[in-house]
């Protein structure tokens, strides 16, 4: 197998189970710190170790008894709020309606595989992958009555980020929950690598019995109450010119006419994408018809009809980093943001996005939640 083929992950059967867990959590002044990332770094086998040292040291707090978290972030203006748990990935899905977890993107299985030897040497989940789902209204009243009590922890990080925390340990609140999401199915927002990692350890640890790798841990957002932000990713295609770009544009029965700059950029759109050269600019005209997104169309449709190049894509997360990199033998083409809605779609379709389809933002600063694998001699 080619090394650097994208597969699919494989799909977790429902119920969709968020179980509770002991919370890890870093004192306010180590969440957001740039330094931060290095008490999770190589040698990984000592990470549980530094962790300790570090509570001994009062840096880290360790909860003496489980609970599902209602964690509420807040940043540049916006306010996420998820539910963080361990998410139950000890069954496979064998049919399409029975799955619970929707990736929307391929995994390279090298990486996964890395990332499953490091949690598997730290015996941690450093940070939660981010679920997004569209919750009932009483799973959205239920959460909602949870805020109006005082948070057990709220505080702001190194990096700005506002915090509210609270622990659910109620027996009713805890099975109202595992009720309204039992039937629920959730999207892979961010973490699809280690979306992959957990279903490598589960499957490693297995034949041994119940094991806490059964479980992973993951926040879950509703996107009807306090959704994530989902944006572009431009692209830039070295060693294509705009009259290559051109040709392949029309060679697949799709419109490429020439615009300013101010005019290609108005123009836009989930069917419409611009692209330039840092001189010229061009509008290229989707098929409104299909129930595709833009990026798929760019990538499954007009770059295999190129005829030079592209020798290397590369990624943008602003329009500036991308325009920054045009230039006459390298095309930018700036995307639209395909709805949740959309990607929810395409991810139930069994399709998959190309790399780097998705932005899903703001993300938690990393070690507000940890779930040590140590606390859970079994995982039920």
Known sequence: MDATALVTPPYVAGPLRLEPFRG???TPARVGNPTTGRAFARPYKDVSARLLRWQARGLVRHDSSP???LHEYSTAGMTVR???GALDVSRRATRPEDRAVLPHEGIHPAQADDLADRMDEMELNPAPILLVHRGSSLLRDTLAAITTTAPDHAFTDRSEQQHRIWAIRDEDTLATIAEELA???ALIADGHHRYAAYLRLQRRHAPSGPAPTDL???MLVDQGATPLFLGPIHRTLAGTAMADLRDAVESVGLSFEDHSQAEAVAALSPSRLAATDGEAWAVIGLDPERREAAVES???????????????VDYHHTVDEALARARHDAVSVLMPAPSV????EIAEADRLLPE???SFQPKPSLGVLIRSLRDEPSAR
């Not at 760019?298 to 290397?312: D, E, F, Q, T």
């Not at 809605?341 to 929810?344: G, N």
């Open 183 to 185: 039937g629920s199915r």
């Open 356 to 358: 780097k389809a998705t």
């Open 298 to 312: 760019l990538h499954r449709r007009i770059v295999p009809a190129l005829p030079h190049g592209p020798s290397a």
């Open 341 to 344: 809605d959309l990607v929810i």
């Open 24 to 26: 890890l959590m870093l």
């Open 216 to 218: 992973g841990l993951a």
């Open 67 to 69: 609970a599902l978290y």
């Open 82 to 84: 998820g539910l963080v």
